[in-house]
Antibody, heavy 116, light 111 residues
Framework: EVQLVESGGDSVQPGGSLRLSCVASGFTFDDYWMTWVRQAPGKGLEWVANIKEDGDETYYVDSVKGRFTISRDNAKKSMYLQMSNLRVEDTAVYYC?????????WGKGTTVTVSS | QSALTQPASVSGSPGQSVTISCAGT?????????VSWYQHHPGKAPRLIIFESRHRPSGVSNRFSASKSASTASLTISGLQADDEADYYCSSYRSTRTSVVFGGGTKLTVL
């Protein structure tokens, strides 16, 4: 069974940092691009960032460029999202998903709240 | 980065069909067959129901079908069931910024 499990969500103040993790099982992790998608309260899904199978290519939505860094460790079947200089508008449920253009497996999400 | 345009809500009675549209531009929906659709029950993980504009993943009911014409994609759900009540999102590859863009989502209510 394919599983993606996110962790690391928390409540932080504006300007703070968090590191989200996503652990995969049930599929060949290093054969897949991986992606972070978020959903702010009452809003729709938003693509955040993705990373190539070998980690050599990464792409970000404009609003997080320079603040978020996506990475992966294929030996640990894990993907990460290092978030810094967090803003109130980064408050969301963050989902980990497998795939580059379409996302066939999703985690249940981890909640990030940025508030003073 | 502007989202793809979806109606905020649609509704239908059990057994009926509904269609959800997804409008984009030549840089995304109109330029590629990389349109996907997701079903999202609040509090759960989103579920892929259509990929590459019209293909269903294994296990997805054939009551879900999709198509694309120019810069507008459409999802049709036939034989509506109570469990179809959910939020539906389209997404597309977008050549500018080499990214993926989602629609704003459509809330389907089964009356």
């Amino acid at each position: 069974e394919v599983q993606l499990v996110e962790s690391g969500g928390d409540s932080v103040q504006p300007g703070g940092s968090l590191r989200l993790s996503c652990v995969a099982s049930g599929f060949t992790f290093d054969d897949y691009w991986m992606t972070w998608v978020r959903q702010a309260p009452g809003k729709g899904l938003e693509w955040v960032a993705n990373i190539k199978e070998d980690g050599d290519e990464t792409y970000y939505v404009d609003s997080v460029k320079g603040r978020f860094t996506i990475s992966r460790d294929n030996a640990k079947k894990s993907m990460y999202l290092q978030m810094s200089n967090l803003r109130v508008e980064d408050t969301a449920v963050y989902y980990c998903a497998s795939g580059r253009i379409y996302f066939d497996n999703w985690g249940k999400g981890t909640t990030v709240t940025v508030s003073s | 980065q502007s989202a793809l345009t979806q109606p905020a809500s649609v509704s239908g009675s059990p057994g009926q069909s509904v269609t959800i549209s997804c409008a984009g531009t030549s840089s995304d929906v109109g330029g590629y067959f990389y349109v996907s659709w997701y079903q999202h029950h609040p509090g759960k993980a989103p579920r892929l129901i259509i990929f590459e504009s019209r293909h269903r993943p294994s296990g997805v009911s054939n009551r879900f079908s999709a198509s694309k014409s120019a810069s507008t994609a459409s999802l049709t759900i036939s034989g509506l069931q109570a469990d179809d009540e959910a939020d539906y999102y389209c997404s597309s590859y977008r050549s500018t910024r080499t990214s993926v863009v989602f629609g704003g989502g459509t809330k389907l209510t089964v009356l």
